[in-house]
C-alpha cells in the first residue's frame, strides 16, 4: 500500500475534475479524496498499490476533457486507511 497526495493546476476547478477523479479512482480501485481548494487547484490523496496510485497521478495530468492542467505536485504520504473515495 503506497500513497501520494496530489495537487493539482491549471483550469481544474468547474469542469468536472471532481466527479470524474473519483470515477475512475473508483473504476481503478484506488481509495482517498479529492477537493477544491481556494487558491484554484485541485488536491487529492490516492492510495493503493504502486500501479493504482501511479495511475491516478498520470490521470491528474490529463484531467477530465474540459481541464487543462498546467502542472501537478506530487509527494508521497502516510496511507490514511481509506477504504473508499470521497470527494470533499
Not at 37 to 47: K, Q, R, Y
Not at 54 to 65: A, I, K, N, S
Amino acid at each position: 500500500m503506497v500513497a501520494v497526495r496530489v495537487v493539482v493546476h491549471g483550469r481544474v476547478q468547474d469542469v468536472t475534475f471532481r466527479a470524474s477523479c473519483r470515477r475512475e479512482a473508483e473504476r481503478t480501485g484506488v481509495a482517498g479524496w479529492v477537493r477544491n481548494v481556494v487558491d484554484g487547484t485541485v488536491e487529492a490523496h490516492f492510495e493503493g498499490s504502486a500501479e493504482q496510485v501511479e495511475h491516478m497521478v498520470d490521470w491528474c495530468g490529463r484531467g477530465p476533457l474540459l481541464a487543462s492542467v498546467s502542472q501537478v505536485e506530487r509527494q508521497t504520504v502516510d496511507p490514511e486507511a481509506l477504504t473508499d473515495f470521497q470527494v470533499r
